[in-house]
């Protein structure tokens, strides 16, 4: 079933590392809901036949929001979809920015997913990457979101990040296991230019871990977060037995999507076709289309079969149970296993693919070389 993502591109101030479409120092929240409720209400008779399982609210730093915000927004996404009754609805928010009036807001407006931003838990850390918050803070804010009733959290770490170590990486790694996350997102940093980050280590005023010691980091990860009971099910995702995110897990099943907000990105069967659009990034351009009562959209692009069958397994290859023949074939007539021939031979010489009956999927060493593996797919 599809999942629906609204956008909340506004932060209080950027992150050192940080290329996602956000902005510091906006303050135009209200036009912005306005805005994402006109878009909804213009797709809304677009996908009226469409049911969506699960409600992304990401950004930028949603829980920046003032109150009140969130609720109308998600009131509206009911009144123009139709939301199945058990759909996951996913709030990210930072730690700075939550308050116990805004969970319990968000928890009353059918929120039932938290993602909380921590990334470290070594100030020292947080600090050189630019974060607002503290380790205390973070702890505060799980607090509240534990007492204000989500039991469903997910916490977001980084490894490879400035000043950091394998020891303090994986303390940030116990930390979010104690505290009780059902969920643990993590993400090696990728040095995106344009950051200050990136200006930093290339002038040399701040050094990285090396490679190896990012990948040792890794799997010393990988390695306790497994004996605390988390399942990887994607290459930087891990989760209790049933606490798999919904939302992301359609992504990489190549499910349709519909984004709306700045920048949203969504890819849905239209008339039988694989369709993916995306919108305006600038957030003037994106109110101004609103404000015309038209769709905010930057690029439309029809994705020819072949292409929509790669997505399929690129994005599939990415969760450690792979890609299941039969929902290929039910989608494409054809089995992945014959269509990628060659690729799949490939692969399973060199140690980087299993092929069963039912699924083809990467062995350990093949979720480290994906990229490599892909190649061959293409
Ligand atoms: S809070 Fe998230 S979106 Fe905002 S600047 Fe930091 S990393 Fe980027």
Redesign the pocket.
């Known amino acids: 079933m599809p999942g629906l993502y609204i956008h909340i591109p506004y ?5 050192a ?4 479409v ?1 902005f ?1 120092n906006r303050t135009d929240h209200i036009p912005y809901t306005a805005a994402l409720i006109t878009e909804m209400r213009l797709y809304s008779p677009l996908v009226n036949s469409k049911r969506f399982d699960t409600v992304f609210i990401g ?3 949603p829980s920046l929001l003032p109150v009140g915000l969130v609720s109308r927004i998600l009131a509206e996404a009911r009144a123009c979809f139709d939301i199945a009754e058990n759909a996951e609805i996913t709030m990210e928010c ?1 730690p700075e920015s939550v308050t116990e009036e805004k969970l319990i807001e968000y928890r009353t407006a059918g929120v039932d997913r938290i993602s909380l ?1 921590m ?1 470290s838990a070594d100030d020292a850390v947080l600090d050189a990457i ?3 918050h503290d380790t205390k803070t973070f702890v505060a804010a799980f607090a509240l979101a534990k007492s204000a009733g989500f039991t469903n959290i997910n916490v977001d770490i980084m490894h490879g990040l400035p000043l950091e170590n394998e020891s303090a990486y994986l303390e940030s790694v116990r930390l979010a296991a104690s505290l009780g996350a059902k969920h643990i997102s993590s993400y090696s940093l990728i040095l995106e230019e344009n950051t200050p980050l990136y200006a930093a280590v290339s002038s040399g005023s701040i050094t990285l871990p090396d490679d190896d010691a990012t990948a040792d980091m890794q799997d010393a990860g990988i390695a306790l977060l497994e004996s605390l009971g988390y399942r990887r099910y994607e290459i930087s995702n891990f989760a209790k037995e049933g606490f798999e995110c919904r939302h992301n897990l359609n992504y990489w099943n190549n499910g349709e999507y519909l984004g709306v907000g700045a920048a949203a990105h969504s890819a849905l069967r239209i008339n039988g076709k694989w369709v993916r659009f995306s919108n305006k990034t600038s957030v003037d351009e994106y109110l101004a289309f609103l404000g015309e009562n038209k769709l905010p959209l930057e690029e439309t692009k029809e994705i020819e079969r072949e292409d929509e069958m790669f997505e399929c397994i690129m994005m599939g290859l990415r969760k450690t149970d792979g890609v299941s023949r039969a929902e290929f074939e039910a989608r494409f007539g054809i089995d992945p296993v014959e269509q990628f021939a060659a690729a799949v031979s490939a692969a399973a010489l060199d140690g980087t693919m299993e092929v069963t009956e039912e699924r083809m999927k990467l062995t350990r060493r093949g979720l480290d070389f994906q990229n490599e593996v892909l190649l061959d797919f293409m």
């Open positions: 932060c209080k101030r950027k992150c590392y940080c290329d996602f956000s510091a950004g930028g730093t930072n931003g990334q630019g974060r607002l």
